[in-house]
């Protein structure tokens, strides 16, 4: 049996918040990304630019770089913001940055601007007959968007959406270098106590390689619900 | 130059973050940054093309190492890669006394393995793809030809199948320059550890990664145009005809 020299449950909870990182953080990047996608798509100038400046500079910038920029500029900007609230209207606020809070926004925003792309191809792979024919219902905007527009979106988002998701479930190992004990701090902090580097990252590897599997085997059932109507050409 | 640096220093006179010697700082990990990431993807390269080839292999004994090789780099982090070949090599029985220790002993060969292990096993996916989306016509003449396994590989099959990957392997060279961000987390001075120590040092967070995030912007920028300009020369033939 391997020894874990009692770093066990620590590990297991590490991993916890690995999961549960990713999981919050997919979910702000999907809103996210409905969002950017519906900016880039809107007729608002703005919004267009602000959407475009967005991806942009998101996706040309290392995630670990805006990392740190959030966790260490982040404090520091909010106290900036409070100490203005209380010269101005005396307002004595303080707000601490949670780690875990922090790290969620962080990622989300990251990938929000993936999420963003693949929604707008998604998007525009709608066939625009099934929106007219929406309208020609009577449907409003928003009743267009979930019964027509979403339903039919997923089904070529998917891929997209499952790539991103294995980038991003790679990405929260990262928070690790900023603070956050998940299960790659744990695992690192395990190597050098204990000098056995090879048992605690091969557990690690492995559970990420578990968490991926069994994500590609949900995704692949979801495409299926998706794709309900549609055939291949073979 | 001579004049340039009085004019650099006569600009920073007023600045108390960015002075000639952090410019400096950052400079140096500019050049390590390159290196480190330069290096990875010609060794990923070379090593990626033979993997590609031998993944789509009728023998499984070949295909079946191949592609977990390529599932483990490409299910796990970077990160927990690089922790494993860093902390790792110490612990190989007797390194410490071959020559190889004189190199290993570094940050930098270990993070440069695990970049390069990490951006072959990407790229091997990657070629697999182009290799497999060969069409099957090209294949068959060739075979009508009388042609060799090899020299189809080599005639017929690879040079387009690298003209195909190009779009995706552009992408992993930007995925590479920022996934390299990580090397400062093992006490390499990059890009990003020059940014760290100008943090630690000022403390100064928006000073520091936001001249590091405009810098990787730049880099990020050329490699795009780059390869746009080769998507555009090599990729002609495949525009859609237009009047």
């Known amino acids: ?234 | 130059m001579e004049a340039l640096m009085t004019w650099l220093e006569a600009q920073l006179v007023d600045n108390s973050i960015f002075t000639l010697q952090t410019l400096g700082y950052y400079g140096e990990g500019l050049v390590t940054t390159v290196q480190l990431v330069f290096l990875s993807l010609i060794i990923g390269l070379v090593m990626a093309v033979p993997l590609a080839i031998g993944r789509g292999s009728r023998y499984r004994w070949v295909s079946l190492p191949i592609f977990l090789y390529c599932y483990v780099f490409r299910g796990t982090p970077l990160l927990v890669q690089l922790y494993l070949i860093y902390y790792g090599v110490v612990f190989v029985d007797g390194i410490q006394e071959t020559w190889l220790w004189v190199i290993l002993e570094k940050p930098f060969v270990p993070a440069l393995i695990a970049f390069t292990l990490n951006t072959a096993a990407y790229t091997t996916e990657i070629f697999r793809g182009a290799i497999k989306s060969t069409d099957h016509g090209e294949v068959e003449a060739a075979r009508a030809y009388g042609m060799s396994r090899g020299l189809m590989l080599r005639r017929i099959v690879l040079p387009s199948a690298f003209r195909r990957a190009l779009p995706a392997y552009g992408n992993e060279v930007i995925f590479m320059l920022h996934a390299s961000a990580i090397a400062s987390v093992v006490t390499i001075m990059d890009l990003t550890g020059a940014a760290r120590f100008v943090y630690a040092r000022f403390y100064a967070p928006f000073d520091a990664f936001l001249f590091v995030a405009a810098i990787y912007l730049c880099l990020t920028f050329a490699i795009l145009y780059l390869f746009r300009y080769l998507e555009r020369r090599l990729l002609a033939h495949l525009k859609p005809a237009s009047g």
């Open chain 1, 1 to 234: 049996m391997i020894d874990l020299h009692g770093y066990g449950p620590r590990l297991a909870e590490g991993a916890l918040i690995t999961l549960e990182l990713a999981v919050l953080s997919l979910a702000l990047a999907i809103v996210l990304g409905l969002v950017t996608a519906s900016a880039k798509m809107s007729r608002n100038w703005l919004a267009q630019r602000l959407a475009t400046l967005y991806t942009t500079l998101i996706r040309g910038v290392p995630d670990l770089v805006l990392m740190m920029l959030m966790f260490f500029g982040g404090q520091i900007g909010i106290n900036m913001i409070t100490d203005a609230l209380y010269e101005r209207f005396g307002w004595d606020v303080f707000v601490n940055v949670n780690e875990f809070v922090a790290g969620v926004v962080t990622i989300g925003l990251i990938f929000g601007a993936y999420m963003g792309e693949t929604f707008r191809g998604a998007f525009l792979a709608v066939d625009s007959g099934q929106i007219e024919a929406g309208r020609a219902y009577g449907m409003n905007h928003w009743l267009v968007f979930r019964r027509i527009r979403f339903p039919q979106m997923m089904r070529h988002a998917i891929p997209g959406l499952s790539n991103n998701w294995m980038v991003l479930l790679k990405t929260t190992a990262l928070v690790s270098v900023i603070g956050l004990t998940d299960m790659v701090r744990v695992a690192a902090e395990a190597s050098k106590a204990t000098r056995e580097p090879f048992t605690f990252m091969i557990i690690v590897a492995l559970v990420y390689l578990l968490i991926a599997t069994v994500s590609e085997w949900g995704f692949a059932r979801l495409q299926k619900r998706y794709d309900v109507g549609y055939r291949e050409a073979d």
